[in-house]
């Protein structure tokens, strides 16, 4: 039988998880006992996530076995495990850059409008310019993006704080 | 009976106001934009609103959030009608029916019916709301410890089982999302666990930043990494709903929204299986069955009656057992706790009159959908036109306002950014959402009440197994796990084939 693309992702976050159980059980076995107030083992601030910890443990052995089953544990043969990364692959990549940099990096140095001002600017940018460069709509497309950017950084400051009085990073 | 409806009377008094009609007019405005825009879901929409209504009275903040929900479940017919996307995840059904209408140049009669079935699937909610809670109130006034654990473990496994296509996977990230509830303080000790020395995860992980990451930012993600679809939208005619299509389909309007508020009511799953379910229950029945993927009004209406329906239906455990019965249950629950308002057992000892208020709120956000059922058409084909390069962005800005906003600190911006990066990998891995959010919301429930358990049982866990209502839940746990065992599995299919051939 030919592994299948889904079998052999099912078999990869088969074992990611069976190891993400197996060390939430490990981890929780190193939680102390705090028997001397008179409370039983029940008690146990381990107790509760070893429990999960066993079942995530179990469920992701049950997917290793079923993927196993339909060969998804030859990863070598048959589809590769992820595809060509395409064009909307590259796009969602960017997107997170841009949204992480926003985040990790203009929010809390610069004030938030002017911070949200430029995200937005940039991603729209990024985003669009190679449509807007085959429809030969540059200029044009640019300046409305400008203006959606400043219309939205302006609009969120103003309805956040000004209006519904919620702080702003 | 009379005493239930003399305290709906109140609420709807209470809200006969120029400011609450106004609040219910921009909320479900945004609600119904919200779900038609693809690629903004309920959920998303309920906790960002959950934000911008932090500063606000709980009855105003509660009516808010209800009319969004109502709003963007319905508002997600309007791109499966005119752009065959579903808005919201409620709405795939609603694409095959609806947009098979639209090429025929009846978008209008489409959109119509969407309006009609949305809005009498609310009064069936809301009717089933009203005379439900009070008798499900009492109902969980006999819940324990030991029964109160026993749901919270029913409720990840029926999520898992029914949301998303592979149940084995909806169980593994519905216990992730137990065990992420506990990370942090535990309730007996106050011992600090799996923080690694982060001081900032000691107090948990909050709920809000966690959904707008998983279903906005990892929604964000997921849209702009997939290829794009060309926006066609065929002229349409009248929107006005006909009173012939309900008249003529009254019994398929009432099995849905029979179906569509059960399915509400059993914890986690939410309005997509209500709308899936109820669809296939009308082409089952159906006398047009041949119709049905080709521009059916009774599949339409079906699916539309069955996830509005499973709006208040959804509510309902909210209020009773502080169990949410959706995603956007879920963060309503949260936002509810917010607001100090105490859903669980004790509401109808506590606060019947709140009850009714959200019966009467349920009601006014049905009016709502009317309204923008009619007039808001034109309007909204221009918002569906914004190309998702200008919308997605936007979307991220307010996820990171929707993350600080609660609490306003950093970290649960660093939080929403992590469950996005991880909700987009998971769904890429194709493992449902919804169990999650469910296990993140359960899981304080879950352990307080086994260790309570265990306490007043000093350590004897056949107390779990032995009592009335426990026995029923953990029959039915064992059931559903069984049912999905390889061998009885197929056995139940082919029992279940002969079974419809005689």
């Known amino acids: 039988m030919i592994p299948t693309r889904q079998s052999k992702r099912d078999f990869l976050a088969g074992v990611f998880f069976a190891l993400l159980g ?6 929780a076995q190193r939680i102390p006992a705090m028997t001397s107030g008179g ?16 079942i995530v443990l179990l469920l992701s052995l049950a997917l290793i076995w079923r993927s196993t089953r339909q060969g998804g544990h030859r990863l070598g043969t048959g589809e590769t495990v992820f595809e060509r990364a395409g064009t909307p692959f590259r796009t969602m990549l960017v997107t997170l850059v841009l949204c992480l940099a926003f985040a990790l990096v203009a929010v809390g140095r610069l004030p938030f409008w002017l911070a949200s001002f430029a995200f937005l600017s940039a991603s729209f940018i990024v985003l669009g310019w190679e449509e807007w460069r085959d429809a030969g709509t540059t200029r044009r497309s640019l300046v409305k993006v400008l203006a959606i950017a400043a219309a ?3 609009g969120v400051h103003y309805v956040f704080q000004e209006l519904f009085l919620v702080r702003l990073p | 009976m009379f005493e239930g409806l003399e305290a709906f009377g109140r609420s709807l008094a209470a809200y006969a106001t120029f400011d609450a009609v106004f609040t219910m007019l921009w909320s479900s405005l945004l609600g119904v934009v919200i779900g038609a825009l693809p690629g903004l879901t309920a959920t998303m929409g309920v906790a960002l609103m959950t934000t911008l209504t932090f500063k606000m009275k709980a009855s105003e903040a509660i009516l808010v959030l209800i009319c969004t929900y109502v709003g963007a479940i319905y508002g997600g017919s309007r791109s499966a009608i005119l752009l065959n996307i579903p808005g919201t995840p409620a709405s795939a059904a609603s694409c095959l029916d609806g947009h098979a209408l639209a090429k025929q140049g009846l978008a209008g009669r489409a959109m119509g019916i969407a309006t009609s079935g949305s809005i009498l699937g609310t009064w069936i909610g809301m009717l089933a709301l009203a005379l439900f809670t009070p008798v499900l109130g009492n109902v969980a006034l006999d819940f324990g410890s030991y029964e109160f654990f026993w749901l919270a473990v029913f409720g990840i496994v029926i999520s898992g089982n029914l949301t998303g296509g592979d149940p084995l996977k909806g169980w593994i990230i519905g216990f992730l999302g137990l065990f992420v509830a ?15 020395g982060f001081a900032d995860l000691s107090g948990g992980i ?3 930043p966690a959904l707008v990451g998983a279903f906005g930012f990892a929604e964000v993600l997921a849209v702009l990494g997939s290829p794009k679809q060309k926006a066609i939208i065929n002229a ?10 309900v008249f003529q389909y009254w019994r398929t309007i009432v099995r849905s929204g029979a179906i569509g508020t059960f399915i509400g009511i059993v914890p986690g799953v939410g309005e997509d299986v209500a709308a899936w379910s109820s669809y296939a229950a009308a082409k089952r029945f159906s006398k047009e069955r041949d119709k049905f993927g080709k521009g059916s009004i009774e ?8 996830d509005n329906a499973c709006v208040p239906g959804a509510v309902i455990p909210v209020l009773t057992l502080a169990i949410p019965g959706s995603a956007p249950a879920a963060v309503l629950l949260a936002a509810m706790l917010i607001h100090g308002v105490r859903a669980g057992p004790m509401i109808m000892i506590e606060s019947p009159q709140f009850v009714y208020d959200v019966v009467a709120m349920m009601l006014l956000a049905s009016i709502g959908i009317l309204i923008y059922g009619l007039v808001l058409t034109k309007a909204l084909v221009k918002v569906l036109l914004v190309p998702r390069e200008i919308v997605m962005p936007i979307v991220f800005v307010l996820c990171l306002v929707g993350s600080f906003a609660i609490a306003s600190r950093m970290f649960d911006v660093w939080v929403m950014l992590s469950f996005g990066v991880i909700g987009y990998v998971l769904r890429q891995l194709d493992f449902p959402m919804a169990p999650l959010v469910l296990g993140i919301v359960l899981g304080d429930l879950l352990d307080k009440n086994l260790v309570r358990g265990l306490v007043l049982a000093e350590g004897d866990v056949t107390a779990f197994f032995t009592r009335p209502i426990c026995i029923v839940l953990w029959l039915l746990v064992a059931a559903i796990l069984l049912s999905r065992v390889p061998g009885i599995e197929s056995r139940i299919r082919s029992l279940a084939a002969r079974w419809a051939r005689t």
């Open chain 1, 22 to 27: 197996l060390g939430i059980v490990a981890e």
């Open chain 2, 182 to 196: 506990g990370i942090g303080q535990e309730p007996v000790h106050a011992y600090i666990r799996f923080t690694f």
């Open chain 2, 236 to 245: 349409f005619d009248s929107v006005i709903p006909r009173l012939k299509d």
């Open chain 2, 206 to 208: 909050s709920l809000i």
């Open chain 1, 152 to 154: 939205v950084a302006i």
């Open chain 2, 299 to 306: 599949g339409l209406m079906a699916a539309e009656t069955g």
């Open chain 1, 39 to 54: 409370t039983g083992l029940y008690t146990w601030p381990g107790l509760v996530p070893s429990f999960h910890g066993a």
